[in-house]
């Protein structure tokens, strides 16, 4: 959105990179209808405004921070992996004042109203200035068929391929799992929920991990709206950031879909770096990326032997589904 104000910097320290908040059982949600009136806000929104040079168009990530306070990061030509341009986004502060969000934008000249799904964005004078509707992505790679020949791990009638907590009521995996069969070169497809904790932060915000042979982590998160680091979603948790964060708001199903090389070894000695090609929701974030040791909290220590898919429980209700592998 055209040069909006900077979102404040202590409170983009705490959203990124602070500590886990406590949070109560009642503030994780796992299901829409239940997750109040901060989840309908939250979300991605794209559309058209006037600007200087004429019509131009615009997205937003509103996050929800709790009690009625959102992030809003404004995107210069759409959305991560759908138009943004890459440039540096704009971000504000909002909250919600007798039942309406509102921010500012153009450095106070105009202000930006969330309803009816839209944001609607006016000047000084109360001229409409433009409006960004509400939308809801789907990964292209979401429900995707297990290959001939594939490795079916789960498909929500058993989890009996899988060691740890087993499925719920719904049919999906929990998470704190580890595949009984394990694996070298493979194709790996998974698909994930992350809950809506709208109070937590940082590293407490629905994490998990899918862990390829046990031993090499990409991260699962709800870092919807940050930078995309490394131990965000998408990012070879300590090796590698993702070249941009495609993660989706919480509650949103999302897909991951991995080409594996593992690790070589010769007389008991390492001599090439395991690999991998990431897509997060059909974007490659990771191309061949060299993963010169085993990430943090690894179960399976670095060595020639095949290793399980290791699905973490970091204390977030995260939930999978549609899981196969493809070797190689």
Not at 67 to 92: A, C, I
Not at 121 to 148: H, I, Q
């Amino acid at each position: 959105m055209p040069t909006m104000s900077r979102f404040n910097l202590a409170l983009a320290v705490v959203l990124a990179f602070g500590l886990a908040a406590a949070v109560a059982a009642a503030d994780v949600f796992l299901d829409p209808e239940e997750a109040g009136p901060d989840f309908a806000i939250q979300g991605e929104y794209v559309g058209e405004l006037q600007g200087e040079n004429g019509r131009e168009t615009w997205a937003a990530q509103v996050v929800a921070l709790g009690d009625g306070r959102f992030l809003v990061k404004g995107l210069r030509g759409g959305l991560p992996g759908d138009g943004w341009d890459g440039s540096e986004p704009v971000t504000t502060e909002a909250a919600t004042v007798d039942g309406r969000v509102r921010f500012e934008v153009l450095d106070g000249a105009a202000v930006a109203t969330v309803r009816d799904e839209s944001i609607e964005v006016r000047d000084a004078y109360d001229v409409e200035l433009g409006r960004l509707e509400k939308t809801l992505r789907e990964s292209p790679t979401l429900g995707k068929e297990p290959p001939e020949g594939a490795a079916v791990l789960f498909d929500g009638t058993t989890a009996e391929h899988f060691r740890g907590k087993g499925m719920t009521e719904e049919g999906l995996l929990r998470e704190g799992q580890t595949s009984l069969p394990s694996f070298q070169d493979h194709k790996l497809h998974v698909e994930f929920m992350i809950p809506f904790m709208p109070f937590a932060r940082g590293q407490g915000r629905g994490n998990s991990g899918v862990y390829l042979q046990g031993r090499y982590e990409v991260q699962v998160l709800d870092s919807f709206g940050l930078d995309g680091r490394d131990d965000e979603c998408g990012g070879i948790y300590g090796v590698a950031d993702p070249r941009v964060n495609m993660c989706f708001p919480p509650l949103s199903w999302q897909t991951f879909d991995v080409e594996f090389t593992a690790a070589r070894f010769e007389n008991g000695r390492k001599v090439e770096d395991a690999r991998m090609t990431v897509w997060h929701n059909g974007v490659k974030v990771h191309d061949d990326v060299e993963v010169p040791h085993a990430t943090t909290a690894h179960p399976v220590p670095e060595g020639p032997e095949p290793g399980p898919v290791y699905l973490q429980d970091h204390g977030s209700p995260v939930r999978f589904r549609n899981i196969w592998v493809m070797e190689r």
